[in-house]
């Protein structure tokens, strides 16, 4: 008999395994199903789940990065971080911006708005400073070049000359 943990929602519509790299089984399943059912469906994908489990027994996986999650220390330290790197690359480009505002993004370390609001990743106090600059000079650059054209680099390059190989080091990164 397999062993999972079972998670009813209102908001699910089907039952859904995942098979974790821990060997943890989840089941998610709408909270109007009936169990009987919901164990019959898990039996008719046994096989498929015991492929799983043996796979991430015998290909044991990298370990993730930890990264602590949002909380005001954490953004109030990259803020004091982005305004303290904003203030230092500031006075070679002398842009004017409105705000800044620290974010718990899933898919970017930082944005400019049209309205020259300046978006920071609290993820960036993480990174190496090296990596935490070049984000920096990339969002201020952005108050001159709302695109990442020819003009755009060569405006990133006066500060950080080496971004392409800081840009390629962030990829790794998962948000």
């Known amino acids: 008999m397999l062993t999972f943990t079972l998670k009813k929602s209102r908001t699910t519509k089907r039952i859904r395994i995942s098979v974790h ?3 943890r089984v989840v089941v998610s399943a709408p909270a109007i199903m009936p169990v ?3 164990r019959r469906f898990v039996n ?8 799983k489990l043996e796979y991430f027994r015998t290909h044991p ?3 993730k990065r930890v990264v602590p999650r949002m909380n005001a ?6 803020l004091d971080l982005v305004s303290a790197r904003l203030a230092h690359f500031n006075r070679f480009y002398n842009f ?3 705000s800044i505002t620290i974010r718990n993004q899933k898919s970017r370390w930082g944005s400019c708005s049209r309205k020259r609001n300046l978006n920071f990743n609290y993820k960036i106090l993480f990174l190496t400073s090296e990596q935490q600059d070049y984000i920096v000079v990339h969002e201020l650059c952005h108050l001159a070049q709302m695109n990442h054209g020819r003009d755009f680099w060569v405006l990133v390059a006066q500060q950080i000359p080496e971004y392409k190989r800081i840009r390629a080091s962030l990829r790794k990164f998962q948000l």
């Open 44 to 51: 008719s994908k046994k096989d498929w789940i015991e492929q």
């Open 96 to 98: 004017d911006f409105n």
């Open 73 to 78: 220390e954490n953004k109030k330290m990259a």
């Open 61 to 63: 996986q990298p370990a």
């Open 21 to 23: 790299t821990d060997g």
């Open 36 to 38: 009987f059912l919901i």
